[in-house]
């Protein structure tokens, strides 16, 4: 770190003792925050104009502080209504709130989340066992997939194409869950080569590496090539990253509509993402590099791209050792100026303040405004009988798992 970087570095933190005073889990207070800026829709042209949100921004100690204290706002809001929202946003926020601060008052939702999974993993070995059972849960899983908006018709009809993928795709997802929270030896040893024998039978090079299945679907593209080598099954991460770049030139990008810059943006923050193991730990590495690099290059554009994008693209640079990257502070005054006056949260493109539905731009704005340079691993659960009926609530800590609260600085893949 340059002499420069650690000069700044204890400048903000000195002036954020003096400006907060508050620690990371002080509960919220009020707030000054700005009016919520221009969204863009999805369907609408790329802009790739200079926007005044990403003038230089001033006086760097107040902008942290002032990011801070809005990341203890959004989380006093979701933590308070983490027990109505459904499943899979309890398990997506709690999941991250864990690896951001190692908190116990989390592991309850993961363990939660943890038998579901397990259960689900059963029934998925079952169905695989029977090829007819699996082209029909395939056939399934195609028929059910939603078509409300046009980036879901895109990729409805793109994994028409492949309707062999469907179970294996939620099979790769689920099967890197157990091995994120040190489950996969809780799998019966048939049930797990059941598992792992129904991702070897598809071409999973066939697919992640078709420039249509990229230009709809980058950001899972990116997830699954890495779980694929994290679970052994076969590395295609050169493979994958050279098609994505191949099939988004440096040259092309000015010319991309919003929908495929969007794309083209979630699949770069999903490679450094999939590196880091989802936050569990940094992804400074040479494999990813050029991703943030290309996520740099863009900064004159992102003040009109979606809430939920510009969140992720400030963490990506955080997770790939950018963290003092003046784009990471003019990022945090955009989510800042987002902001709803009243609410605090950040709302949807069309001003929706539900909870539920903004849960992932809200976490991921969280994470970001309050990112301290740490993360703790997993959390890795140890499961018993009757634990997915416990209910969790506001004063559920849940600490039989201890979970691993060695927070994890600088670790590289």
């Known amino acids: 770190m340059g002499q420069w970087q650690r000069c700044r570095r ?4 000195l002036l954020y003792v003096v400006l907060v005073g508050l620690s990371w889990a002080a509960p919220a207070s009020a707030y000054d925050a700005g009016d919520v800026s221009t969204r863009v829709a999805d369907d609408s042209p790329a802009s790739h104009a200079p926007a005044d949100a ?3 921004v001033h006086e760097a100690g107040v902008l942290e502080a002032r990011s801070r204290q809005a990341a203890i706002e959004i989380r006093a809001s979701y933590d308070g209504a983490l027990e109505s929202l459904p499943n899979d946003k309890q398990r997506h926020y709690a999941q991250r709130l864990w690896r951001l601060t190692g908190d116990p008052a989390y592991l309850c939702w993961n363990r939660q989340y943890a038998q579901r999974l397990l259960q689900q993993l059963a029934r998925d070995a079952a169905t695989v066992e029977d090829p007819a059972a699996l082209r029909a849960r395939n056939r399934q899983l195609l028929e059910g997939y939603p078509e409300t908006r046009a980036k879901q018709r895109r990729r409805k009809a793109m994994l028409a194409d492949y309707p062999q993928m469907m179970l294996p795709m939620g099979i790769l997802f689920r099967l890197t869950q157990a091995q994120y929270h ?3 030896e809780r799998l019966p040893p048939g049930q797990y080569a059941s598992l792992t024998r129904a991702l070897d039978e598809v071409d999973w090079h066939a697919f992640l590496t078709d420039p249509e299945v990229i230009s709809v679907y980058a950001a899972q593209v990116a997830n699954q090539a890495t779980f694929l080598a994290e679970l052994g099954i076969v590395d295609l991460r050169d493979d994958v990253a050279s098609a994505f770049r191949s099939l988004y030139p440096a040259e092309r990008i000015a010319e991309l509509s919003s929908a495929d810059y969007h794309n083209w943006l979630y699949g770069l923050t999903h490679f450094v993402i999939a590196a ?11 494999s990813v590099d050029w991703a943030v690099e290309a996520l740099v290059s863009q900064s004159s554009a992102l003040a009109q791209v979606k809430t939920d994008i510009v969140a992720e693209v400030a963490l990506s640079l955080q ?3 950018r963290a003092d990257h003046p784009l990471v502070d003019t990022l945090h005054a955009i989510l800042l100026e987002r902001r709803d006056p009243s609410t605090g949260i950040l709302p949807g493109t069309d001003g929706s303040l539900d909870l539920a539905s903004g849960e992932h731009r809200n976490v991921l704005a969280i994470m970001t405004l309050g990112w301290t340079g740490s993360l703790y691993p997993g959390p890795f659960l140890t499961l018993e009988e009757g634990d997915a009926a416990v209910a969790c609530g506001a004063g559920e800590l849940g600490l039989r798992e201890t979970g691993s609260r060695e927070a994890v600085e600088g670790s590289v893949p």
């Open 10 to 13: 204890l400048q903000r933190r």
């Open 54 to 56: 990403l003038a230089p």
């Open 182 to 184: 040190g489950l996969l």
């Open 276 to 286: 880091s193991r989802y936050y569990q730990r940094t992804a400074q590495h040479r």
């Open 319 to 321: 997770l790939g050792g």
